[in-house]
């Protein structure tokens, strides 16, 4: 068993393949049809009752499931015949087995091996003619392969799957296969036995078809975009802020000033997409982790794409209307967003006393609006402006060796009367009671 598994085809799926090609999909002289649109699930209209999963199972896998299961309600177990391949669609694809009350069967000259077994293991009658084989995970790196097995045992427990499959799982290499003889899975309850399902009943309407994200599963590469796939919450979140992306974006193109002296706001968004899109593919190796960066994602695309705020009173206009005429062009933000900066250096928050914040930084140009107030700095040199007026003014820097600047100094110079101690990273700018 592996994250992502190979695929490996059976002789005995070529063989039904090249039947089906050569016959136009037709058997018993055209009465029944065998259905391929489902991979890798087989439908034969013949046995309806009858679903055969043949071949890798894949992270499209999950969604044919449900698909075939809302086309072809009457089915009622699920024969098994593959070598394995990813875990993360096949642990879904077992839950949806397990709610719809679906029996399982490995049947004679067949094998279930490696992420298949969760498969078998879902059902609520299970029953074996063909091989049962369960090994080791292969994965990317040791925290990938943590978590993978936290959700293999939890999977096991749910299932009412003895501990000692977990343990045989544990001890096979993954170049090995551990296969159950016909004593050893009645003994450990692996075959035999009624269950219930998740639900006490099932109709076509209850089995919900998972959303598509807004990439192909087929091409799913890393354990984000894997789990993404297997999860229809995770699926549905990627859609929506697909939806969203694509406005924001958009509107990102609609200006062609500078920001930073080098990037217009379509480059700088550009590269703030490559960077949130690396972090998330480097560090969430959860569910829960992508749910936050999910939201995270939305809350600032929804402000740049919708809110006035995002290149109105908070960007373009205030600069236009700097009584120096410097061309400096800044971004904003809103206070939901408050954590993010526009730029490419970091700065350091500070508190004024009506609540609102603002940032200073050591960067050519870092500006953060802060609700009714906003403070930025550029060139060495302080600005403050407010968002109703758009009125800014200049605020020098201390002179070297100079760390306070006097409350009068800086109500003068501002129109603002702060009073609270400000430390910015190795400087302090302190304003006298």
């Known amino acids: 068993m592996n994250l992502r598994g190979k695929p490996k085809l059976s002789t005995a799926a070529l063989a039904l393949g090249l039947a089906v090609l050569f016959s136009g999909g037709l058997t018993n002289g055209g009465s029944a049809r065998v259905i391929r649109d489902f991979t890798p699930f ?24 449900a698909q075939v299961l809302q ?18 669609a096949a642990l879904p694809t077992a839950r949806q087995i397990r709610s719809a009350g679906l029996r399982s069967t490995i049947p004679a000259g067949a094998v279930c091996h490696s992420s298949c077994a969760f498969l078998f293991f879902a059902g609520i009658e299970r029953t074996a003619e063909g091989e049962l ?25 749910e299932y009412e799957i003895p501990d000692e499959v977990f343990d045989a799982l544990l001890r096979t290499p993954p170049e090995r296969m551990h296969v159950y003889s016909p004593d050893q899975m009645r003994r450990l309850g692996l075959i035999g036995g009624s269950r219930p399902p998740h639900n ?24 984000a975009e894997k789990l993404i796939c297997a999860n229809a919450e995770l699926a549905a979140r990627d859609r929506e802020l697909a939806k969203i992306y694509a406005d924001a974006r958009e509107r990102s193109t609609r200006y062609e000033f500078t920001f930073s002296e080098a990037q217009t706001p379509a480059e700088w968004f550009s590269d703030n997409t490559r960077t949130e899109w690396r972090w998330r593919e480097d560090n969430c190796l959860d569910a829960n982790c992508l749910l936050k960066w999910y939201a995270k994602r939305k809350a600032l695309l929804s402000w740049l794409a919708y809110s006035d705020d995002a290149y109105g009173d908070y960007g373009i206009e205030s600069v236009r209307q700097l009584r120096n005429g410097d061309t400096i062009i800044s971004y904003g933000m809103a206070t939901h967003t408050r954590n993010v900066f526009f730029g490419s250096a970091t700065g350091e928050f500070i508190t004024w006393p009506d609540g609102t914040l603002a940032v200073l930084s050591e960067s050519p140009l870092l500006f953060i609006a802060t609700g009714q107030k906003s403070y930025f ?4 040199a302080f ?5 109703r007026d758009q009125d800014a003014r200049i605020v020098s820097f201390p002179p070297e060796g100079d760390t306070c600047m006097s409350k009068n100094d800086f109500v003068a110079r501002t129109s603002f009367t702060p009073s609270d101690l400000a430390l910015v990273r190795d400087q302090t700018i302190c304003v006298e009671r």
């Not at 959303?211 to 087929?218: G, I, L, T, Y």
């Not at 600005?383 to 968002?387: C, V």
Request: glycine share 8%; aromatic share 10%.
């Open 383 to 387: 600005w403050y402006s407010t968002i």
């Open 200 to 223: 006490a009943w099932r109709s076509a309407a209850a089995v919900a078809v998972p959303v598509a994200p807004s990439f192909d599963c087929v091409n799913a590469r890393s354990r």
């Open 377 to 380: 700095e550029a060139g060495g």
């Open 42 to 65: 087989v439908y034969d209209t013949d046995r309806p009752e009858e679903l055969l999963l043949e071949g890798n199972i894949g992270a499209v896998t999950p969604v044919s499931f």
């Open 71 to 88: 086309r072809y309600p009457q089915i009622a177990f699920v024969s098994l015949q593959s070598a394995g391949g990813m875990l993360y």
């Open 133 to 157: 084989g369960v090994h080791q995970l292969k994965a990317g790196n040791q925290a990938s392969a943590q978590y993978a097995l936290a959700d293999v045992r939890a999977a096991l427990k």
